[in-house]
């Protein structure tokens, strides 16, 4: 379950994307690891999270990056 969702329309000419933000939760179901591991390591392995106020947000292709920078 996607919890935000940021709408960005851009100038005339220019297609509309739709982003969603990946919470915590939601990354560590995709990579398979437990939400702890994934808070006390996020910092140390490099997940790109962002701080959205005081919480941890994650773009899904930032994520997929930091994948496959990590299997290179």
Do not use: H
């Not at 297609?15 to 437990?34: F, G, I």
């Not at 996020?42 to 005081?54: E, H, L, M, T, Y």
């Amino acid at each position: 379950m996607i919890e935000s969702e940021i709408v960005v329309t851009e100038a005339p000419g220019r297609r509309r994307a739709s982003r969603q933000l990946m919470t915590l939760a939601e990354v560590a179901d995709y990579l398979q690891k437990p939400k702890s591991w994934v808070y006390e390591n996020w910092s140390v392995v490099g997940i790109p999270f962002k701080r959205v106020g005081n919480q941890l947000r994650c773009r899904p292709a930032d994520l997929e990056n930091w994948l496959d920078n990590l299997a290179s």
